[in-house]
């Protein structure tokens, strides 16, 4: 079976890892890949945005699945012109994806649907939004409606900062287009977590919880990013609360979607925080999130593709996930000046010896091949993943093989994991999940 991975980042070489690992028989693509999937894919030089060339090349290789990582070809269509030729795409229609793709949809819905979000003000016009931030006289976060790469949310404690983003986005049109309009929202207190659903337009079936980590400096601190790295299972989100968050968002988007006209199909990625008053939508993503794919893929022993066969034939309600004991963590290596504007062509050294760490793997994110050497040509440059059978496991083989690779201005976060890895063997999953994830 031929199988094409649409993207080149770190989610996609995880994407690809995974169906290679299932079956060995299967023959992958990668449009246009990256160093990491050229190891383990054939790479066609197709840009995500090119459907034409894309659809052409499925034809032409016999590609009987297309896995879509990132969300721009979502937005932009992909499965929509793809499903047109008779070709069959993993991932949400564009009409579907709007719900990534458009804050203001996406608040929208939960609002008329009584999916529990935080409170929100949209604004098109940036005077009225400054006159808005300066009377709330409180911590409040700014988003740009559109897609920012992950990039388009400040965290603004005074009215000042709120000012400033406002000016940024919508003036100075940092994001562009995706700026234009903005949804102001309260700032919620609690932990941040990320839940994902396996959808076929009509049923869901959640997925393993986990927690990332945006923000560029040790303690939450600095601007945010796209990330900096994670972990899995996230211990914050035991049995009942998954079934809860299942019950209370992940179900109702899936049937608000389909009442809207917008039957969802593929992963719907539910960003959270998990309040006093329980758990609470930050946002919805229409794809697997990036570092998150790259922490469950490690995890699912049920496999990529079944997961994906299942969304597209309307079974999910048939389909059980099956997870490996333990955990994974993420730490994620990034340029200097990442992620405002990060420094590209430094050659990179040690992969291989971080790969030879038992227990690490290493997905490629941002890199290319210079003159036969492996280079900086992105923000996010590297993901070392350390698996155990401990998060502190995890954890401790995760910066062990990331201190083993060097590059001119390379960064990382510290803490990634810190505030919930205990000492070796006290971490474990809940009892209620270690039963039933079982591979």
Known sequence: MAVLVVGSGGREHALAWALAQEDRTTTLFGAPGNPGIASIATCLPC?????????GEAVRRGVALTVVGPEAPLAAGLVDAFAARGLRAFGPTRDAAAIESSKIFMKSLCRRYEIPTAEARTFDDVASAREFVKRAGRPLVIKADGLAAGKGVVMAGTADEAAAALDEMMTGRRFGDAGARV?????????EVSVFGLCDGAHVAPLL????YKRLLDGDRGPNTGSMGGYAPAPAVDAAMLGRVSDEILEPAVWAMAQEGRPYRGVLFAGLMLTADGPRVLEFNARFGDPEAQLLMPLLASGLRDAAEAALAGRVDRWTPRWREGFTLCVTLCAAGYPDA???????????????????????????MREGRLAVS?????NVVGSGTSLAEARDRAYRAAALISFEGKTIRRDIGSDVAAPRGAAGRPDELREVTQA
Do not use: K, N, Q
């Open 47 to 55: 840009s995500p945005l090119d459907f034409d060339a894309l659809a």
């Open 183 to 191: 949804v102001v929202e309260e700032w919620l207190e609690g932990t």
């Open 209 to 212: 919880p986990a927690r990332d």
């Open 342 to 368: 990060p420094r590209t062509g430094m050659p990179i050294d040690g992969v291989d010896a971080a790969r030879a760490v038992p227990g690490v793997l290493v997905f490629h994110a941002g890199t290319t």
């Open 378 to 382: 992105g923000g996010r440059v590297l």
